[in-house]
């Protein structure tokens, strides 16, 4: 959620009334409509829709749109060892309280920041950071030679980890490019690299190697070696 969203958890709580915006008197009131409440932090409310159309949005789009949303919002604290505590509100359309417990939504939260994870595995691993094309649909045709191979060093790592019996995070994503690079036709007992389980890790953000003392090579090498030339015929 937004920082700047106001939610309370109070039940049957004011709320703004739709299209009178801040009146006197409704300072601090959310702008969402309380339903029902399903835990302490944890209730369904209606979101409803803003009466003026926003600049990115059509109007044809925003007269389509329906006049409420009916959405879930929870709140719970993380405390991990050197972290500070964090206070964090969600907002999902999981409305069934039974099937989709709190603790269930944290973690499912949680596992999100593993994309960063696999971007890197995309751009550092396989060198999707730099691309080599010059043309709209020869970076097209990159992209998309990137994306098979991704899906496929995916698809090795999900059997590696079913035939290994662990989660499919435990296993190393270069074991598996590297693997997949030799690996001969009809290859059968597929057994990869298992990386620790080490839950709430934190290391710091600093980086370990220093850049070099070098210009940006953005120029042409024939240019720059005419320059040096030149510089060699004055001297």
């Known amino acids: 959620m937004h920082q700047k969203q106001i939610v309370d958890f109070t039940p049957a709580r004011p709320h703004v009334p739709v299209g009178q915006g801040n009146r006197r008197g409704s300072k601090g009131q959310p702008r969402s409509r309380w339903l029902t409440q399903l835990g302490p932090y944890d209730q369904i409310v209606d979101w409803m829709k803003p009466t003026e159309c926003p600049e990115w949005m059509s109007e044809p789009q925003f007269a389509s749109l329906p006049g409420f949303i009916t959405v879930r919002e929870v709140r719970y604290r993380v405390q991990r060892p050197g972290f500070r505590v964090t206070t964090v509100t969600l907002v999902t359309t999981l409305l069934d309280a039974e099937t989709y417990t709190v603790d269930a939504l944290a973690s499912l939260y949680c596992a999100r920041w593993g994309i960063e994870t696999n971007l890197g595995h995309l751009k550092t691993t396989m060198g999707l950071d ?15 030679v990137f994306a098979l191979i991704y899906n496929l060093v995916r698809l090795v790592m999900r059997e590696a980890a079913q035939r290994q019996g662990v989660p499919v995070a435990r296993i190393s994503f270069i074991d598996a490019v590297r693997w997949l690079a030799d690996a001969a036709h009809g290859a059968a007992e597929l057994k ?14 600093a980086v370990k190697r220093r850049p070099k003392q070098y210009k940006r090579l953005n120029q042409p090498r024939d240019v720059l070696r005419k320059r040096l030339l030149s510089k060699r015929d004055v001297a």
């Open 130 to 144: 730099v691309l080599k094309c010059k043309t709209v649909d020869g970076v097209l045709k990159e992209l998309i």
């Open 192 to 205: 990869l690299r298992l990386l620790p389980d080490r839950p709430g890790r934190f290391e710091p953000c």
